[in-house]
């Protein structure tokens, strides 16, 4: 972020501008692209003011404040900043088209699924592996409506699943052990 500060009718103290810079960077995790800010410090006898203008994306976002001391000016104007900029990436989000919106959900139920199917066992069971061939794993998938059968292959020894897919095909899947 580029920072320039100006000091009206009158030469500020060093502090002043160290401090405005140390918290306007505050604000670098609202702005993603390059960002530019200028802030302006002024004092009119025992009144402070601080007006700061932020351009970034092609927003510009700005803010004045007042105050006795200009520790809490400064603070006051960086606060008001921060809430123009969270309403502005709210908005944001908010108006993303809703194929994305769409989209997301969908991930993310997708992953709350996987989360909780990951995060606990419903039901355990045990089986024998039968030997016998691939037709005679699909026969037995059709007379007993099963929708996949866990088997030992007799002609490879190996161990092998068989399931029906959506479409009325079948899937084989064959291990290395």
């Known amino acids: ?11 500020g103290e060093k502090w002043q501008k160290v401090y405005a810079e140390e918290r306007i960077r505050k604000l670098n995790k609202y702005v993603d692209a390059p960002a530019e800010a ?21 927003w510009n976002v700005n803010a004045k404040e007042e105050a006795k001391d200009m520790h809490l000016a400064i603070d006051n104007c960086i606060e008001k900043i921060e809430k123009q900029l969270k309403k502005q990436k709210d ?3 908010e108006h993303k088209p809703k194929s994305i919106r769409r989209g997301m959900e969908k991930v993310n139920e997708r992953a709350e699924i996987e989360e909780s199917a990951t995060n606990r066992i419903a039901e355990t069971r045990k089986i024998i592996l039968k030997p016998m061939s691939l037709d005679e794993a699909v026969m037995e998938i059709e007379e007993t409506n099963a929708h996949f059968i866990i088997y030992r292959d007799s002609s490879s020894e190996k161990v092998s699943l068989v399931y029906r897919r959506d479409d009325g095909n079948y899937t084989l899947i064959e291990t290395n052990s």
């Open 1 to 11: 972020m580029k920072i320039s500060v100006t000091f009206r009718s009158s030469e």
């Open 91 to 93: 908005k944001i989000r």
């Open 38 to 58: 200028h802030i302006i410090l002024s004092m009119e006898k025992f009144r402070n003011f601080v007006e700061i203008n932020l351009s970034a994306n092609g």
